[in-house]
């Protein structure tokens, strides 16, 4: 053994050069621990180049010494996770997967040798070890195998001899409609390889598309072959209907769709794969992986790609004649679009709708529903109003109990008070009518329809579809009215104020009216606003709210059987009404409540159902303890009046003359006087007294008559008569009565022009 001045001038060739690798056991074994030592050294520095470099020479020393086991543990995780790989650095890396390859032959460990025969098939690599004409499935030939196949994926940072990207046509689509799909393989292959085959492609989506697989037909006929390149449009099938059982799918693709192509790749060549499939959900659809797979009778290989750089396609090839065109891809990359949902081809009309419908009406609307879809539709029809709840009114429907699918328009009166209805199935391009019914409100209001169909088509009853129809509405009063009440004179005699009918005895429970009795005419000037002519069947003034002590009665003059209203037009109706009180007594005011009822109907050929509409009046105020003045041109029948002025001889004059009766009533309980006059005029001259006065006992009435002679024509003229209560000193107003009105100065009458 050396001493120390043996080594003095000259030293050990192991420690001249530690990295020579010698024969001697001892000199490797000291190497061994070097370079553990140095690998631990550098990698607390972090120095990961010289770390690889020295587990690679590690390895190989353990190689040398024939200790293959020991020499794969170190190699193995240096080849799965080297940064010569990412640098491309191809020579060292060539050197690395020679020496992993050759460990895997010493040991049999057939899933490291299928995947290191599987990377040196690699074009990155210029020579290896692998013959001329290289078979990929016969790699492991001459070796035990299982009887069990193998599952052995290797993932997208190893090279590859194949390359895959996948395309979608177009950025985005619709649930229901043909979406495009294209994958590139391009054999990346050294060119003194074999042909190799590929037994599937998978490709997995994320979103509703389905996963695909297509499996491996030799003698699949190209639709275009360009120099290196070869496209195949395949159609796609789903996994069920798979018979050939040299064809079977994988487990993980059995609930997807297949299709065939030829799957055998020649060195530097490409196939271009083109097929559709149809979207069953929206969103965004992704294409997640796509994987190669090799198969044979003992072992099964899998190649995965996932990263979405490696599978990025930058163009979509597009066959064009007898050339290719590239179409490019979209910003946000070809191997991604956006799913919409599909639009539904299903039509709603309402050929009847109208813009506006009226308060209170019952109205019948027609739906059709129109099938411009692909194919026959199972279809369910809802149909509301939105709005104000206490505004809007309630749908309900009329149809058959069972309708027959194969009626194109049926329509039935069978009411639902429902807001759906299942159409059942329509036919393609065929249309189904149904009708609804509805009854709008009593007040005025907006609303809106919406009419919803859900939908499927009987060849996908997965998709769900919908159509919806909005609508706004307007619901509009059908009438306004305007009134005015004016008193009437009453052709009953007053009961006397100093007598007493002792025949006239009532009993309590039902009581005969024996107070003061007032006459009034209500006159309601009917108009509307509707865009068509309506029909007024009857209309009634009803007395709603009348006081204790008093009863009201209302009576209609007669109105043609069918009153027609045209729009913006105004129709005059008057009403009677008779107050009286029970109590002779009683002279309190009473104040009474009416409204309008009016029943009405459309102007249709086929008959509009008839609708009742609600209108309210002002209160009516009764004064029964006040004087009045009533004015009218003609005199009651069983009146006293006072002496007329003596009349002269007929003149030609005397045809022009209108007459004219002032009635004063004296409702109190006290005895009243009042000064009477007329002034004069230069729109008339009068016969009658210029000036009296009259007085009137309790419960008494007098009458005052005139006879005018206009001085102009078709204008009305308003007599200067005035009515003094010489014992308050008020001057009581005058109210015209039929055919006059009244105005500030008095009771005003029409004369009618010359004819």
């Known amino acids: 053994m050396p001493t120390l001045y043996d080594t003095f001038l000259v030293q050990e060739p192991l420690r001249q050069d530690p990295f020579a690798v010698t024969h001697n056991p001892s000199d490797t074994s000291t190497l061994i621990d070097v370079y553990k030592k140095s690998s631990n050294y550098f990698g607390e520095r972090d120095q990961r180049r010289a770390v690889e470099r020295l587990q690679y020479e590690l390895g190989k020393l353990y190689m040398q010494k024939g200790e293959w086991v020991k020499g794969l543990k170190v190699l193995e995780p240096l080849w799965r996770a080297s940064s010569w790989r990412r640098q491309g650095w191809w020579e060292l890396l ?82 229901g409609e043909v979406l495009p799909v294209q994958i590139v393989i391009t054999s990346n292959a050294r060119e003194s390889a074999g042909p190799l085959t590929v037994s599937q492609i998978l490709i997995s989506f994320d979103g509703g598309l389905k996963d695909v697989c297509i499996a491996h037909k030799p003698g699949s006929e190209p639709q275009l072959s360009q120099d290196d390149m070869q496209v195949y449009e395949i159609a796609l099938g789903t996994a069920d209907r798979l018979t050939d059982s040299s064809l079977s799918l994988s487990s993980n693709s059995s609930n997807g769709t297949r299709g065939v192509c030829d799957l055998t790749f020649h060195p530097g060549k490409r196939k271009v794969i083109s097929f559709q499939m149809i979207p069953r959900g929206s969103g965004i659809v992704r294409v997640t992986s796509i994987t190669s797979k090799v198969q044979t009778k003992t072992w099964n290989f899998d190649f995965t790609v996932s990263k979405a750089d490696f599978l990025r396609q930058d163009d979509f090839l597009v066959r064009s004649g007898e050339g290719i065109h590239r179409k490019p891809a979209g910003s946000n990359g070809s191997n991604e679009t956006r799913i919409h949902p599909k639009p539904p081809k299903l039509r709603i009309r309402l050929p009847a709708l109208r813009k506006e419908y009226l308060t209170d009406e019952t109205a019948t609307l027609d739906i059709e529903i129109v099938n411009e879809e692909d194919g026959e539709a199972e279809v369910l029809l809802e149909a509301r109003f939105l709005g104000q709840a206490e505004a809007v009114p309630i749908w309900s429907w009329n149809t058959e109990d069972s309708p027959s699918p194969s009626s194109e328009d049926s329509v039935t009166d069978v009411k639902k008070p429902t807001s759906e209805i299942r159409l059942g199935q329509v036919e393609r391009a065929r249309s189904r009518k149904v009708r609804g019914t509805f009854t709008a409100r009593s007040l005025p209001a907006e609303a809106v329809l919406e009419i919803k169909a859900l ?168 004064p029964f303890g006040e004087p009045r003045v009533l004015a009218s041109t003609a005199a009651p029948p069983t009146q006293k009046a006072l002496p007329e002025a003596l009349s002269t001889e007929p003149n030609d004059e005397s045809n022009r003359m209108m ?85 500030k100065g008095g009771a005003a009458m029409w004369v009618d022009a010359d004819e």
């Open 659 to 743: 007459p004219i009766t002032y009635t004063i009533e004296n409702p109190s309980t006290h005895v009243l006087n009042f000064a009477v006059s007329m002034d004069t005029s230069d729109d008339f001259a009068f016969s009658g007294p210029k000036t009296t006065s009259v007085t009137l006992v309790p419960m008494g009435r007098e009458t005052v008559r005139y006879r005018i002679l206009p001085m102009k024509r078709g204008a009305w003229i308003t007599p200067g008569f005035r009515v003094l209560d010489t014992g308050f000193q008020q001057v009581l107003r005058v109210w015209g009565t039929e055919g006059m009105r009244s105005d």
């Open 455 to 622: 939908y499927h088509l009987l060849s996908e009853p997965d998709t769900p579809l919908s159509k919806v129809s909005i609508h706004d509405i307007i619901f509009d009063r059908p009438f306004e009215a305007n009134y005015d009440f004016q008193p009437r004179v009453d052709p009953e005699p007053w009961p006397s104020y100093f007598s007493v009918n002792d025949e006239e005895e009532h009993s309590e429970e039902n009581p005969l009216p024996l107070g003061l009795r007032q006459l009034w005419c209500c006159t309601a000037r009917l108009a509307s606003f509707a865009t068509e002519p309506l029909l007024v069947e009857h209309v009634d003034l009803e007395a709603i709210s009348i006081p204790d002590g008093a009863n009201c009665s209302v009576s209609r003059h007669p109105i043609p059987q069918s009153l027609v209203v045209a729009p913006n037009s105004s129709q005059p109706l008057d009403f009677q009404i008779t107050v009286q009180k029970l109590d002779l007594d009683d002279r309190r005011s009473t104040t009474i409540t009416f409204h309008l009822r009016i029943r009405w109907r459309r102007e249709q050929p086929d008959g509009a159902p008839s609708a009742t509409t609600t209108v309210q009046c002002p209160n009516l105020t009764v």
């Open 94 to 175: 060539l050197l690395l997967v020679e020496a992993v390859r050759e460990c895997a032959q010493r040991l049999g460990n057939k899933e490291v040798l299928l995947e290191t025969e599987w990377e040196l098939m690699s074009s990155s690599f210029t020579s290896t070890s692998l013959g001329p004409d290289y078979d990929f499935s016969r790699c492991l030939e001459g070796m035990h195998v299982l009887e069990e196949p193998m599952i052995i994926r290797r993932e997208d940072q190893f090279p590859s001899p194949l390359s895959t990207t996948c395309a979608f046509g177009a950025m985005q689509g619709n649930v």
